[in-house]
Structures are given as C-alpha cells and as structure tokens.
C-alpha cells in the first residue's frame, strides 16, 4: 500500500494544522489580575461564603451576583446573566469563564465542583434510632 | 483493644463472598493459563484430535472459565441479596440502598458505584465468552484465554488485598462486600447493637428513572463486546491464521459497533430527556472516551470488511480492533481514576485504583504489539489498490475515522498531560479547553464532511476496481442526477435552516448529498435487494444524523426570553435564555403565552403545568399545549435536588422545557423557615365575624374550621389543630382573597402554618396566644348541676343533651387505667348550633377514693363532668359547663414584602429535527446489526 503513505503524511500534516489551529483554544487558568487585560479567560477559585450571593427571580431570573476568590487570593464581585446553578452554595470551588467589565467580572459560564454528597465515606443513622 | 461481640451482623454473604472473590480470580488464571497451553500444544504439534494434549488442556481451561463465571454470578448474586435485605452493615448497601428505595432501582443501586460496573462489566465478558465456547471451535482456546486474562485484571479491582511492602501500603482493588466497620473507624462501632442504628444514603434521585435501569447494561455490553474482535485479531495471528479470523471477527465487530452505538445513544436520550442539559452531546470527556472506541469500531469493520473483499487490510484491522479495544480501557482509566477531576460531570470518584488501571491499559497494549511483531511476516503482502477500487476509499475512510479518534483522544487527554507536566514541573500550572464544544466541532465538522462524502460514493466502485465501459456510463449519469438532486433538495431544506456559517453549510450540503446517493444506490444499483441492504441502511441514517445534528444544534431557538425586558448591553447574544413565571399570570414570549397554572406535589416529585398557547399576530390561537417539567426532591424532603425537563413534541421539531430555577425558601426547606424567621411580623386583633382594617387592607374572620387541611400541615392522633377563615380585602384595588392559617396544638407545643397573598407580597398567621384565650381556666368555669336517667334527654340553654348508655372502658384523654380500677363513662350525645357530637365523661372509682374526670369537645365548647351515681334510682348527676365561643378574639400576625413564593424560572428552547438525529442514528446502528444478522444467518454458505 504506497499510497497509504502519502495518505499517512496528508494526514500528519492535516493534525499538525489542526493542532496549530486548536493552539488557542487551550489556556492556563488565569487569575483577576491577568483578566485585566480584556480577553475572555477561565479563572479558578472559590465561592467567598460570607459575602452575598444575590439572585432573585423576582427581579430578574438571569442575574446572578457574588464574590470569589482566586487563587492568589484576590477577591472580586462576579456578575451572571444566568439562573443561578444547582447548588451553587455548597460548591467547594469554581471556574468562571468571561471578562472583566467596569470593575466586576462578568462571567459567562460557571463550572462548579460540589463535593459528591451522596457518596463519600458518610453514613447515615435511623432517625428513630 | 478488647474485642466487640456485635449483634445482628450477617457475616456470611461475606465470608462466602471473599471466597467467591477468591475462587474467582484463581479460576480466571488458571482458564487463561490452561487455554494458553491448549492454543500453543496445538501449534506445537498441529494435533487435534479428541485425546490430545491440547483437547486436554482446552477441557481444563473451559472448568476454569465456568468455575470463573459462577463465582462472579455468585458475588453478583449475594451482593443483591444484602441490597435487596438492606444489610447495612455493608458498606456497598449502606452507600447505594435506602428504606425508601423502589424495588425497580434495585439494580441501577448496584451498577451506580463503581464496584458493581466492573461486575456488570465482567459479567458482560463472561457471557460472551460462553457464546464463544459454544460457537467458537478452533478459535475457543485463543480468544478465551484472551478474555479470561482480562477478567483476571478486572476481577483484581474487586480484590480487596492490602500487603505492606517496605513503608507503603499496597492495595489491590475495592471488595465491594466489605463491612462498614472495616472501612472505618468511627465511635458508633464501639455500640454492639450499631446495626440497628443504621439506615443508608441510597440511591442519587437524579439516577432514579428508568434510563438508569436500561442504559448502563446496554453501554457496558459494549465496552464488553469490543473485546472479542480484539481477541479474534490477536488469536489469528498468534495460530498463524491470518486471514481464517477476519469472517468471525466481522460479525463481532457488527454486533460491537451497534451494541456500543446504541449504549451511548441511550446516554444522549437521557442527558437529553430526562436531565437538563439542553442536549444530547456536550464533548465531555466520558462522552469522548465512549465515542472513540466506537469510532474505531466503525472503522475496524469497515477494514475488515477489505479484508474480507480482497484480503487486503489485514494489519490495519488487526491495529484497529485493538486500538478499539485498548481505547476502552483508557476511557475506563480515565474515568475511574479521578484523573479528569473538574472536567467532568460524570467521572466516578477517586478509589485508588489507578496503578492498576494503568497495568491493565499497559498489559493490553504491549501483548498485541509484542504478537504483531512477532507475526507480521505471516500476513501476505499485496500489491498496491487502485485509485478507483471501493477498497481504497474505504481504506481512506477507516483512515479517516481513526485520525478523528486520535484527535478527540488527544484533546481529551490534556488532563494527562497536565498530570505528567506536573511531575517535571511542579509549578504548572494545568491547561484547559476554553469552549469544549467550538473546539471539537471545528475538526469533527470536515471529517463528517469528508466521511459521509466517502461512505455515499465509495459504494458505487467495485471492488479491486472492475468496470466496464457501460457500468461507467451509468455511474456517471446517476453522479449528474444527485448532484443535480443535491442542488435542489439543498435550496429546499436552507429555507427551513436558514444555515448561514460556511462549513455548516458544506455539512448539509453533504448530507444532503449521502441521503440523495444512498437512495439512488438502493434503487438502481441494488434494485431493492435487502440481502446487501445493511450498508444502505448505515449509510443513509449516518447522512440523515448529520442533517439531524444541524437542524437541531445550529438552528435551536429559545422561546423563553421576554421581549419586553430591557437588553442588556452584552456582546454574547446567548445571554438572557431564562424566563420568571408567575402563577396564573401568563406572559408572552416568542409567539407563546405561556401560563404556569399550578403544581402538584406526589411523593418527591413536584410537577408544573404549564400551557403554551400559540397566537398570530391578531392574537388568534394557533395551538394549545401543556408542558409538565418536575422538580425532584431529595429522599428526606427538605431540599429539590433535580429538575426533569418536559418536552413537546411534534414530527419536525421538539420544544424543550425545564425549570432552570425557584426562589430559595422553596429549594431548601432550611431557607425557607430562615426566610420565615428573618420577617417581621405585626400583631394584629380580629373577633369572630369581626375585622381589623389599616389603609390598605382589611382582614375578615368568617369562622374556625376544626379540621383543617394545610399544605405543610401533617396531622397526628390526639393533635388540636384549627384553620382560620379569613377574608382579606385589598382596598386599594378592591380585591378580595381567601386564606386559610392554621395552628395546631401538639403536646405542650404550638405549630403555626401561615398563608399568603403572593400578589400582596403578604403573609398571615396565628399568634401562639390563641390557645390561651381559647382555652377557658378550669377554675373560670361556672359550671351547672343537672340530673337525668340513661335514655332520657335534656335541654340547658341551647344544647339538646341524650344520656345514650354507659361504656365500661373508657377511652378519655385524661384516664389511665389501673388494676383494681371501677371506671364507667356515660355517652352523652348532644346537639348544638347545628352540630351533633358525643362526649364520654368518666365516673371512677380507684381504692376508696371516687371521683370524676371530664371531657370537653374544643369546637363547641362544651365541657361535662360525671359526678355521682345513684344506683338505687338510676339517677346521674352531671356537670355541664359552656365556654363563649362567638365573643372570642384571636390574635393574628401579619407580614408585609414577602417575597413571593409562586414563581418558577424556565428554560425552553426550540430543537428543529430533532427527530431527524434519532432517526439517522438509529437506522445508521440498526444497519450494523442487519449486517451481523444477515452474516450469521447465511453462516454456511459464507464460511
């Protein structure tokens, strides 16, 4: 099979090309500081639990606010135009992904890690035990 | 430490267990061993006759593999019975089974930890093996000492050894039959009775529908099945037979590629169905690591398919089938590793398996290259295909799918990559895909392009490439009549999509083309034969997917945003996708009023009605429907823990509804009663029939309702409960409401159960003070004498009073029976303000002592005292006493800005042919096991 070969060096070339095209679609996540810089990034962090969380779909059911984390430390207000996630207080940590936009960082995805909370090494009692 | 006698353990679906466990993985050793000596004794001396060696060692191998099977059904077996029984002393039962666990989730409890998915796993293979001992002949001994190694690595995840070497600890596998107590250490199990204290968590809600009954056996029947080609392929080359196992290996792979495809379908149709994703793939990483191996698959059959042809293509099936089946286990040992961390919804969690996954990755990726090595002279070379051979394109196409592979695996791996960056470095810091989906689809999309271009036209050549000069002409002329179909068809169906981004538009213009070729193919090349119809079948559902995937994936619209509320000034058009309804007030959206009208709670499902109604612009109705999403609460009730969306759906389109969100005090029962506490309530007066009245309101009281129903309310024997009837006119807008509050008296306590006005944004309860003044001192009473005889009746003010017979065993709140008691209580039935009621006051007489106890009835005050008994003349004497129930006046609380409660946040969103998705790839599987039937069925004359 010889034209398999040429075959076989298109295709390198091809996934090379794909590979340098799919160059930018990968990042490191970045933090507030860097997000400075006006490009869409991801930023990982954690929930900051004693500031508020706001949604009310009383007033508006694609608003979202609350404060995090990032890894170095630097805590800012992040604004969703989103219903806010599942469980979203109990998250253990979460990456946003979006812009900063006069001074709040406007995200517009939200990835949560919960801690599993049905499995895990707990153990449940009777109640009328 | 001294040693605790527990009570109520069963210790032996343990010990028989561990034994099993055991039993298990020796007797898969010693399978593979007894058939690896068979396959080679015969290859030795080429004897096969009935009393040879090899024949020998095959009978042994094959008392291995049964001896194997039946202890992996045995384990399966107990393992049920303890979740059946809830045994839950056992760790495995406590962590997957509750009380309150329907029967019918019984298995998807047992396949949901990773444990009880290797046994499905494995029984998968054991099954399969048995076919092949049945069916197999001379392959049995190769391909099942293949299969039973397997299983000795699998079973060894369940091992559940630890051995020390050095300092580290070494652990071999998780015992799913391990007692609670062993798997910590926690002060509970210092109680000998602890097994009577336990309860389990049981199984996830979200996992409790019916695709969790179906799906995982489906999915893992084809991670299972993908191992017998690989087995067939190294077998063929290890008994030097390079080209006997390419037939038995094709019908494999058939069966593997449409049992795999149909499992991960099924995944898709319950993310899509019955969770709220909004889709049916999202590029996640499980999803990636099921779609290689199938993708593989696909191409390996299609190899397969060349070799079979023109025995070409030997090695590329041989490297396929085992890329298929080494891609299996990496997604295992991706997904059960923890490796992928954040990056997936639905990875197990970390067990500490990880070396053990990767020597299984590790031990099936060396033996079929070190077997590849050692035969790759026996396979015959042959000279080069021909440009306008079917064999060259179908080569191009398995080649083509494999490059997709490679490339998902390669992006999907990046966690990997990240993992080993960090042992070098360890100050890396991990990279991630931005956008999973526009990343993937980016190369995906002209790869599907290209395939279904190939699998349309690559049916129309010939094998080695023979054509005659009139089959020429004819390919030709039906080339000119689907293009020229394409064009037109083309036009007709972008007026539907309105597809404006270019490489989507290629895609339909592909598709388009496959559907219009395959058609053609069907009927003029194959004049409708059914016998070679499979690869029609394939091929013209795998056109008709793609189509599927465009018009639902890149034209899905969503009805839920409000045209009237302000636009944000956001670049990301997708922004504001969700809509708040308010019960009963309907609002429009897209072409749609849309009404939540109310919701009903059974058992741990709350489910909306909602009503579509579709109108023109004159604001004439189109159409009418109802959408039922649900709320799944968790198993103890005190929080919603899932949303099951709802979806309409017609012929060309689905509509796609879920709750996206409710108002905190309605998702956590903890919020709630917070919420509760945080208002501020004012007190307020009302009389019976009287009112209270402030500027904006006035508040009724029409009467006492003393059995009551509330929503929260769950009545009790020997509870006082009242509702309140209470009328509040909104004097602003001259509107009136009806509520009903209610306090119960429960022992010494008082519960209270508001009702609100959500469009007053109001609440109202009753004050605990009201059973102060609802209740009268005994020593306010003034009570009067009256005297009848049984059977007589009497009248004091306005009660009618009958004596109605004596009852020797009283049953009155306030008596407790003693031995040597003499108790009597009269019936006494009376009637007042409309109402008949009985009251059973007790005469007693304990040691010397006489005296009485009375009854009251709350609702009409009455209260009777049986206070002596003549028995010379049959006299009674009774005490009769009325407290005032219309002057009373009962202390109510009102709050004012109460956030309503009576709304819920939706999502609905537009999927145009979708259909056309479950169709093509339905029908694109459906052909692969037509394939396989129409092989196994013409067995004879093939083989």
Same mark, same amino acid.
């Given at each position: 099979m010889?034209?398999?070969?040429i075959?076989?060096?298109i295709?390198?070339?091809?996934?090379?090309?794909?590979?340098?095209?799919?160059?930018?679609?990968?990042?490191?996540?970045?933090?507030?500081?860097?997000?400075?810089?006006?490009?869409?990034?991801?930023?990982?962090?954690?929930?900051?639990?004693?500031?508020?969380?706001?949604?009310?779909?009383?007033?508006?059911?694609?608003?979202?606010?609350?404060?995090? %984390?990032?890894?170095?430390?630097? *805590?800012?207000?992040?604004?969703?135009?989103?219903? /806010?996630? @599942?469980? =979203?207080e109990?998250? #253990?940590?979460?990456?946003?992904?979006?812009?900063?936009?006069?001074? %709040?960082?406007?995200?517009?995805? *939200?990835?949560?890690?919960?801690?599993?909370?049905? /499995?895990? @090494?707990? =153990?449940?009692?009777? #109640?009328?035990? | 430490?001294?040693?605790?006698?527990?009570?109520?353990?069963?210790?032996?679906?343990?010990?028989?267990?561990?034994?099993?466990?055991?039993?298990?993985?020796?007797?898969?050793?010693?399978?593979?061993?007894?058939?690896?000596?068979?396959?080679?004794?015969?290859?030795?001396?080429?004897?096969?006759?009935?009393?040879?060696?090899?024949?020998?060692?095959?009978?042994?191998?094959?008392?291995?593999?049964?001896?194997?099977?039946?202890?992996?059904?045995?384990?399966?077996?107990?393992?049920?019975?303890?979740?059946?029984?809830?045994?839950?002393?056992?760790?495995?039962?406590?962590?997957?089974?509750?009380?309150?666990?329907?029967?019918?989730?019984?298995?998807?409890?047992?396949?949901?930890?990773?444990e009880?998915?290797?046994?499905?796993?494995?029984?998968?293979h054991?099954?399969?093996g048995?076919?092949?001992?049945?069916?197999?002949?001379?392959?049995e001994?190769?391909?099942?000492?293949?299969?039973?190694?397997?299983?000795?690595?699998?079973?060894?995840?369940?091992?559940?050894?630890?051995?020390?070497?050095?300092?580290?600890?070494?652990?071999?596998?998780?015992?799913?039959?391990?007692?609670?107590?062993?798997?910590?250490?926690?002060?509970?199990?210092?109680?000998?009775?602890?097994?009577?204290?336990?309860?389990?968590?049981?199984?996830?809600?979200?996992?409790?529908?019916?695709?969790?009954?179906?799906?995982?056996?489906?999915?893992?029947?084809?991670?299972?099945?993908?191992?017998?080609?690989?087995?067939?392929?190294?077998?063929?080359?290890?008994?030097?037979?390079?080209?006997?196992?390419?037939?038995?290996?094709?019908?494999?792979?058939?069966?593997?590629?449409?049992?795999?495809?149909?499992?991960?379908?099924?995944?898709?149709?319950?993310?899509?169905?019955?969770?709220?994703?909004?889709?049916?793939?999202?590029?996640?990483?499980?999803?990636?690591?099921?779609?290689?191996?199938?993708?593989?698959?696909?191409?390996?059959?299609?190899?397969?398919?060349?070799?079979?042809?023109?025995?070409?293509?030997?090695?590329?099936?041989?490297?396929?089938?085992?890329?298929?089946?080494?891609?299996?286990?990496?997604?295992?040992?991706?997904?059960?590793?923890?490796?992928?961390?954040?990056?997936?919804?639905?990875?197990?969690?970390?067990?500490?398996?990880?070396?053990?996954?990767?020597?299984?990755?590790?031990?099936?990726?060396?033996?079929?290259?070190?077997?590849?090595?050692?035969?790759?002279?026996?396979?015959?070379?042959?000279?080069?295909?021909?440009?306008?051979?079917?064999?060259?394109?179908m080569?191009?196409?398995?080649?083509?799918?494999?490059?997709?592979?490679?490339?998902?695996?390669?992006?999907?791996?990046?966690?990997?990559?990240?993992?080993?960056?960090?042992?070098?470095?360890?100050?890396?810091?991990?990279?991630?895909?931005?956008?999973?989906?526009?990343?993937?689809?980016?190369?995906?999309?002209?790869?599907?392009?290209?395939?279904?271009?190939?699998s349309?036209?690559?049916?129309?050549?010939?094998?080695?490439?023979?054509?005659?000069?009139?089959?020429?002409?004819?390919?030709?002329?039906?080339?000119?009549?689907?293009?020229?179909?394409?064009?037109?068809?083309?036009?007709?169906?972008?007026?539907?999509?309105?597809?404006?981004?270019?490489?989507?538009?290629?895609?339909?213009?592909?598709?388009?083309?496959?559907?219009?070729?395959?058609?053609?193919?069907?009927?003029?090349?194959?004049?409708l034969?059914?016998?070679?119809?499979?690869?029609?079948?394939?091929?013209?559902?795998?056109?008709?997917?793609?189509?599927?995937?465009?018009?639902?994936?890149?034209?899905?619209?969503?009805?839920s945003?409000?045209?009237?509320?302000?636009?944000?000034?956001?670049?990301?058009?997708?922004?504001?996708?969700?809509?708040?309804?308010i019960?009963?007030?309907?609002i429009?959206?897209?072409?749609?009023?849309?009404?939540?009208?109310?919701?009903?709670?059974?058992?741990?499902?709350?489910?909306?009605?909602?009503?579509f109604?579709?109108v023109?612009?004159?604001?004439?109705?189109?159409?009418?429907?109802?959408?039922?999403?649900?709320?799944?609460?968790?198993?103890?009730?005190?929080?919603?823990?899932?949303?099951?969306?709802?979806?309409?759906?017609?012929?060309?389109?689905?509509?796609?509804?879920?709750?996206?969100?409710?108002?905190a005090?309605?998702?956590?029962?903890?919020?709630?009663?917070e919420?509760?506490?945080?208002?501020?309530?004012?007190?307020?007066?009302?009389?019976?029939?009287?009112?209270?009245?402030?500027?904006?309101?006035?508040?009724?009281?029409?009467?006492?309702?003393?059995?009551?129903?509330?929503?929260?309310?769950?009545?009790?024997?020997?509870?006082?409960?009242i509702?309140?009837h209470?009328?509040?006119?909104?004097?602003?807008?001259?509107?009136?409401?009806?509520?009903?509050?209610?306090?119960?008296?429960?022992?010494?306590?008082?519960?209270?159960?508001?009702?609100?006005?959500?469009?007053?944004?109001?609440?109202?309860?009753?004050?605990?003070?009201?059973?102060?003044?609802?209740?009268?001192?005994?020593?306010?009473?003034?009570?009067?004498?009256?005297?009848?005889?049984?059977?007589?009746?009497?009248?004091?003010?306005?009660?009618?009073?009958?004596?109605?017979?004596f009852?020797?065993?009283?049953?009155?709140?306030?008596?407790?029976?003693?031995?040597?008691?003499?108790?009597?209580?009269?019936?006494?039935?009376?009637?007042?303000?409309?109402?008949?009621?009985?009251?059973?006051?007790?005469?007693?007489?304990?040691?010397?002592?006489?005296?009485?106890?009375?009854?009251?009835?709350?609702?009409?005050?009455?209260?009777?005292?049986?206070?002596?008994?003549?028995?010379?003349?049959?006299?009674?004497?009774?005490?009769?006493?009325?407290?005032?129930?219309?002057?009373?006046?009962?202390?109510?609380?009102?709050?004012?800005?109460?956030?309503?409660?009576?709304?819920?946040?939706?999502?609905?969103?537009?999927?145009?042919?979708?259909?056309?998705?479950?169709?093509?790839?339905?029908?694109?599987l459906?052909?692969?096991?037509?394939?396989?039937?129409?092989?196994l069925?013409?067995?004879?004359?093939?083989?």
């Amino acid at each position: 099979m010889k034209k398999a070969y040429i075959i076989g060096i298109i295709m390198i070339i091809a996934g090379i090309g794909f590979l340098i095209s799919s160059a930018s679609d990968v990042s490191t996540y970045a933090n507030f500081k860097e997000a400075k810089g006006n490009s869409t990034v991801k930023i990982a962090g954690f929930l900051v639990k004693n500031k508020p969380i706001v949604y009310d779909p009383n007033v508006d059911a694609n608003l979202m606010t609350f404060f995090m %984390e990032d890894k170095d430390g630097e *805590i800012m207000k992040v604004t969703y135009h989103d219903s /806010k996630p @599942q469980d =979203f207080e109990m998250s #253990e940590s979460l990456v946003v992904t979006g812009k900063i936009r006069e001074g %709040e960082f406007v995200a517009s995805d *939200i990835l949560l890690k919960c801690p599993s909370k049905y /499995k895990d @090494q707990e =153990f449940m009692l009777r #109640e009328n035990g | 430490m001294e040693e605790i006698q527990y009570f109520g353990e069963h210790l032996w679906p343990k010990n028989i267990g561990h034994f099993l466990i055991i039993l298990g993985f020796v007797s898969a050793l010693f399978s593979a061993y007894s058939f690896f000596k068979s396959t080679n004794e015969r290859l030795k001396t080429g004897d096969e006759s009935e009393d040879s060696e090899s024949e020998a060692w095959k009978r042994l191998g094959r008392l291995g593999f049964a001896f194997h099977g039946l202890s992996v059904f045995g384990i399966i077996t107990i393992i049920f019975y303890i979740m059946v029984n809830q045994f839950y002393e056992y760790a495995y039962v406590s962590q997957h089974v509750n009380d309150f666990l329907p029967m019918k989730y019984i298995t998807s409890a047992f396949w949901e930890g990773q444990e009880g998915s290797f046994l499905l796993w494995m029984f998968w293979h054991i099954i399969l093996g048995f076919v092949v001992m049945v069916y197999g002949k001379k392959w049995e001994a190769p391909v099942l000492s293949l299969l039973a190694l397997v299983e000795v690595i699998l079973i060894s995840m369940i091992l559940g050894i630890q051995f020390e070497i050095g300092d580290s600890v070494v652990k071999i596998g998780s015992n799913p039959l391990l007692l609670f107590r062993d798997t910590m250490d926690i002060p509970l199990f210092q109680n000998a009775d602890y097994v009577s204290l336990l309860s389990g968590s049981g199984l996830n809600p979200l996992l409790q529908n019916y695709w969790m009954t179906i799906h995982p056996p489906t999915l893992f029947l084809g991670f299972a099945s993908t191992v017998i080609p690989f087995c067939f392929a190294v077998a063929g080359l290890w008994v030097k037979e390079p080209r006997a196992w390419i037939k038995p290996a094709l019908k494999w792979s058939l069966f593997s590629g449409g049992i795999l495809g149909i499992g991960i379908l099924m995944g898709g149709a319950w993310a899509y169905e019955a969770l709220s994703f909004g889709g049916y793939w999202a590029w996640d990483p499980v999803e990636n690591m099921s779609l290689v191996p199938w993708l593989l698959m696909v191409a390996g059959v299609h190899s397969l398919l060349i070799a079979n042809g023109t025995g070409r293509g030997i090695k590329t099936s041989y490297i396929l089938l085992s890329l298929s089946f080494i891609m299996i286990l990496y997604s295992t040992f991706l997904t059960r590793s923890g490796i992928l961390g954040d990056t997936s919804v639905h990875a197990f969690t970390e067990m500490g398996l990880e070396n053990q996954l990767v020597l299984l990755v590790a031990l099936f990726t060396i033996i079929p290259a070190v077997v590849f090595i050692m035969r790759r002279k026996i396979v015959p070379s042959q000279e080069d295909d021909k440009f306008n051979s079917r064999e060259f394109w179908m080569f191009i196409g398995a080649i083509v799918l494999l490059f997709s592979s490679i490339l998902i695996t390669a992006s999907t791996s990046l966690p990997i990559y990240n993992k080993i960056a960090e042992i070098f470095d360890p100050g890396f810091t991990g990279l991630v895909i931005q956008e999973p989906i526009t990343h993937y689809n980016k190369h995906q999309i002209w790869i599907a392009i290209f395939i279904v271009l190939l699998s349309s036209s690559a049916q129309f050549l010939r094998y080695n490439g023979r054509v005659t000069s009139t089959f020429k002409k004819k390919l030709l002329l039906h080339a000119g009549i689907s293009v020229a179909a394409t064009i037109v068809l083309t036009f007709i169906v972008n007026i539907w999509l309105d597809i404006n981004s270019v490489p989507y538009f290629l895609l339909m213009l592909a598709g388009i083309f496959g559907i219009v070729s395959n058609v053609d193919y069907f009927i003029a090349f194959n004049k409708l034969q059914w016998k070679n119809s499979a690869g029609v079948l394939s091929h013209l559902g795998f056109s008709i997917m793609l189509i599927g995937i465009i018009a639902s994936g890149v034209n899905k619209r969503h009805i839920s945003k409000n045209e009237f509320v302000f636009r944000d000034i956001m670049e990301d058009e997708n922004l504001k996708k969700k809509v708040t309804l308010i019960k009963g007030k309907p609002i429009f959206m897209s072409g749609y009023w849309v009404d939540y009208q109310r919701d009903t709670l059974i058992e741990n499902e709350r489910t909306y009605d909602i009503k579509f109604t579709k109108v023109d612009s004159n604001n004439q109705v189109l159409e009418e429907f109802m959408v039922n999403p649900v709320s799944v609460y968790s198993n103890d009730k005190t929080e919603i823990v899932a949303f099951n969306p709802s979806t309409k759906r017609y012929l060309h389109k689905d509509i796609f509804t879920h709750i996206a969100g409710l108002p905190a005090q309605v998702l956590k029962l903890e919020y709630s009663k917070e919420m509760e506490d945080s208002l501020v309530y004012q007190p307020i007066e009302v009389g019976l029939n009287g009112s209270y009245e402030n500027d904006s309101l006035k508040v009724t009281l029409n009467g006492l309702d003393y059995d009551p129903r509330h929503q929260d309310y769950e009545p009790k024997e020997n509870d006082l409960a009242i509702g309140f009837h209470i009328q509040v006119t909104d004097k602003i807008y001259d509107k009136q409401y009806d509520l009903k509050p209610v306090v119960v008296l429960r022992g010494a306590v008082v519960y209270k159960y508001y009702d609100e006005i959500p469009d007053l944004n109001m609440r109202i309860r009753a004050n605990e003070a009201f059973f102060e003044r609802f209740f009268t001192m005994e020593s306010e009473l003034e009570y009067q004498q009256f005297v009848i005889k049984e059977g007589e009746s009497i009248t004091i003010e306005d009660v009618q009073i009958v004596h109605n017979g004596f009852n020797k065993t009283p049953k009155n709140r306030g008596y407790k029976a003693e031995e040597g008691d003499i108790a009597i209580a009269s019936i006494l039935s009376f009637r007042t303000n409309g109402k008949t009621k009985n009251l059973e006051p007790v005469y007693l007489i304990r040691g010397s002592r006489q005296s009485s106890i009375k009854d009251y009835d709350p609702e009409t005050g009455v209260h009777f005292k049986f206070t002596q008994i003549d028995p010379a003349t049959g006299e009674l004497t009774f005490q009769f006493a009325k407290d005032d129930r219309n002057s009373i006046q009962v202390p109510m609380e009102i709050a004012m800005n109460v956030p309503r409660s009576d709304i819920i946040v939706i999502e609905s969103i537009e999927f145009p042919g979708i259909n056309l998705f479950w169709l093509g790839s339905l029908m694109m599987l459906t052909g692969m096991l037509v394939a396989m039937g129409i092989r196994l069925s013409s067995r004879k004359v093939m083989d």
